[in-house]
């Protein structure tokens, strides 16, 4: 579609470059649709230099990195910002004392296209539920556009794509849900999948902010939409928000997926987020039939409980994107044979979450456990008194590749954030993925 009235003249501040390649690709598309840009970010020159680099064929456009400025929200027609922004973030505040609406890509992209959309949040499984559902949709022969949280997916940018004919499938974390409640817009299909403390860190601690944020995926649907609600968290949804709830509700569990459904990815609890699926499905109509086979097929996500290969026995998975100890504690379980045979790699930097059950769960599973330092390894290696501890993560793969035995497997699970040792996780599955092509190709090196 054209959406380039919208965007043509303008003065756009860009809040938040980054590197995973969204900013890229908003950055791009606001520029081919004739606004004026300046993006802004904490982080400095040197770090955003290949995203800059990215954009070198773009002109006219103003960086200011390494520093925000209060001129730069002040006259201006849209402030675009990126997740994580700090909710009492000053710039932010100076925009809208202006006036200035403040928007973020996911929610724009909805508003502006105009076309029906499932919306699929939690804390964990939203991204492989998100992806299920984009499977069963295309399985029945419907186009998509897939977009929200995506790694490197621009969700403006997919207003070039739309004509009209398409669903829109969204995985929405809890910052581009906020964009969402501003906005008082929420889509047609929500699924809430699971809800567990996590971002404490950037909510002061506060479990019911980040609740707060999540529930504005449903708080603006209408009558006649869906809420698909997960067992997990469906009581705790019903008690804090039942009155606001406009949807009709349907609520998934593990027992939802018939017991001869064989799925390709392992653990009960990918059951249960292609039970969200199944339930949103059925929502929009799709007969069962279809989104067996798709949900049958589906062979996973990258860094999510992925299998990266077998090497001398020994089966190896990259769950990267595992940042809390609920997501770990699942694949460790998914993994287990029953004997204890995981080799456990973990750790980096702390969100502030109770790690107790997974420290008390990890003997039970674990063989083994190698942890990388991080200000969350610091706090529980104490209580992982075997543990080895790396401040790199080639001598942590290197010990688990010496430590496995055929029949044992290798999970890179780390149960925290990333920060630290790495620019996001997703450069932290990279680069295990990296150095574990290399020590499988080229034992010695």
């Not at 938040?16 to 970010?41: H, Q």
């Not at 202006?98 to 890509?105: A, K, N, Q």
Request: glycine share 10%.
């Amino acid at each position: 579609m054209d959406a380039s009235a919208h965007f043509r003249g303008k003065k756009i501040t860009v809040m938040g470059l980054g590197l995973l390649g969204r900013g890229i690709g908003d950055v791009r598309y606001l520029a081919s649709n004739g606004a004026e840009l300046t993006v802004t970010d904490l982080k400095s020159a040197d770090i955003l230099a290949p995203s800059v680099e990215a954009l070198s064929d773009v002109p006219g456009i103003t960086y200011v990195l390494g520093e925000h400025r209060l001129e730069d929200f002040r006259g201006r027609d849209l402030i675009l910002k990126a997740a994580g922004v700090p909710l009492d973030s000053e710039y932010v505040a100076e925009a809208r004392k202006e006036g200035t609406p403040v928007r973020m890509s996911a929610d724009l992209f909805f508003e502006y296209a105009g076309i029906p959309a499932v919306g699929v949040t939690g804390t964990r499984g939203k991204t492989t539920t998100t992806y299920l559902v984009d499977a069963i949709l295309k399985a029945a022969g419907k186009r998509t556009l897939l977009g929200g949280n995506v790694r490197g997916v621009s969700t403006l940018a997919l207003l070039d794509k739309v004509d009209g004919g398409e669903t829109a499938v969204l995985e929405l974390d809890s910052w581009q849900l906020q964009g969402f409640g501003a906005a008082k817009l929420s889509p047609q299909v929500a699924v809430f999948t699971t809800f567990f403390p996590d971002h404490l860190n950037y909510y002061g601690g506060d479990t019911d902010a980040y609740l707060a944020d999540k529930a504005n995926i449903f708080l603006n649907q209408k009558p006649g939409d869906a809420l698909i609600l997960g067992a997990q968290c469906a009581e705790l949804v019903r008690q804090k928000y039942g009155v606001q709830i406009r949807g009709k509700v349907v609520v998934a569990d593990t027992g939802d997926i018939p017991s001869d459904w064989r799925l390709l990815v392992p653990g009960e609890h990918n059951r249960y987020d292609a039970a969200c699926a199944l339930a949103s499905a059925r929502a929009l109509g799709i007969p069962d039939d279809v989104s067996r086979t798709a949900i049958e097929s589906f062979t996973g996500v990258p860094g999510r409980l992925e299998f990266v290969k077998e090497h001398n026995g020994v089966k190896i998975y990259n769950d990267t994107t595992a940042t809390t100890p609920e997501a770990t504690l699942a694949a460790l379980k998914a993994l287990d044979d029953g004997s204890g045979n995981v080799i456990l790699i973990m750790g980096g930097a702390d969100k502030g979450l109770n790690m107790r059950e997974l420290i008390d769960a990890i003997p039970l599973h674990a063989k083994r456990v190698i942890m990388l330092a991080g200000t969350g390894t610091s706090l529980v290696n104490m209580f992982l008194p075997d543990a080895s501890v790396y401040g790199d993560l080639d001598h942590a793969v290197e010990e688990a590749l010496l430590t496995a035995g055929a029949g044992d497997v290798i999970l890179f699970s780390p149960a925290f954030a990333s920060f630290g040792m790495f620019r996001n996780e997703y450069d932290r599955g990279d680069q295990f993925m990296s150095v574990l092509e290399a020590r499988t190709r080229n034992p010695s090196a």
